[in-house]
């Protein structure tokens, strides 16, 4: 057996693992024993179980094929909205949907904060080879066309203030009883957009051109989702 077709072999049994015992009642022994392998021979491919689980959600994000058609777009203005506004909406809905996995991971992500960060670095290595180089360039389009001041420094550590502040409000709103309201829930996720798009640089006039215009297109589509 290949290189390559083993680590689909051992990333298969793992996927089965976590979604059956979750992240904390999975073991790297466990997964070897659904791959059918020793334990020593997952380690080669894998280092460590945050390993395996970064690599899982990093395969299901290019899985999204909304998320690989936005990646794909070309660098612009636009493309840095849309960038940030799908990160406040995915965020969003993972505290206030049912989705539970999703959730748990959130926490995960944070209690590896608190502990050796193995996996929020293994993590943000993954988001930043995804994402990274299309936040970039379209920011840089941006200022390029005088949609946003020039930046200072490096501009991807926009792109993580960015998110860090997006995770952050999330957390808060996991509990039960959120840890807090913000007012009305339904103007969040615009006030969340024009908060980081102002701090990563872009002027008033992108910001209500590009956000405004794509919300007006769900609005539409919501539309006619609904006569059809």
């Given at each position: 057996m290949t290189s390559d077709l083993r680590r689909q072999l051992i990333l298969g049994a793992a996927k089965r693992c976590f979604a059956r015992h979750g992240?904390?009642?999975t073991t790297t022994k466990s997964v070897a024993a659904a791959a059918a392998i020793s334990e020593a021979l997952l380690f080669k491919h894998f280092p460590s179980k945050a390993a395996l689980y970064a690599e899982?959600?990093?395969?299901?994000?290019?899985?999204?094929?909304?998320?690989m058609e936005l990646l794909e777009r070309e660098p612009s203005t636009a493309t840095?909205?849309?960038v940030i506004r799908g990160m406040v909406e995915h965020f969003l809905q993972i505290a206030d949907g049912?989705?539970?996995?999703?959730?748990?991971?959130?926490?995960?992500m944070a209690t590896s904060h608190l502990d050796d960060g193995e996996f929020a670095r293994l993590l943000y290595a993954k988001i930043e080879t995804l994402?990274?180089?299309v936040f970039v360039a379209s920011l840089e389009r941006a200022v390029a066309s005088g949609d946003a001041r020039p930046f200072a420094g490096d501009p991807l550590n926009l792109f993580w203030f960015a998110h860090h502040a997006v995770m952050t409000a999330a957390l808060?709103?996991?509990?039960?009883?959120?840890?807090?309201?913000y007012g009305r829930a339904t103007?969040?996720?615009?006030?969340?957009?024009?908060?980081l798009l102002r701090g990563i640089g872009l002027n008033d006039a992108a910001i209500a051109s590009h956000l405004g215009r794509n919300?007006?297109?769900?609005?539409?589509?919501?539309?006619?989702a609904e006569s059809a």
């Open positions: 992240y904390n009642g899982i959600l990093s395969d299901e994000c290019e899985a999204d094929p909304a998320l840095l909205v849309e049912p989705d539970q996995e999703e959730a748990q991971r959130l926490r995960l994402i990274g180089a808060t709103r996991l509990p039960t009883t959120p840890c807090l309201a103007d969040l996720e615009r006030q969340l957009c024009e908060f919300q007006a297109a769900e609005a539409n589509q919501a539309a006619i």
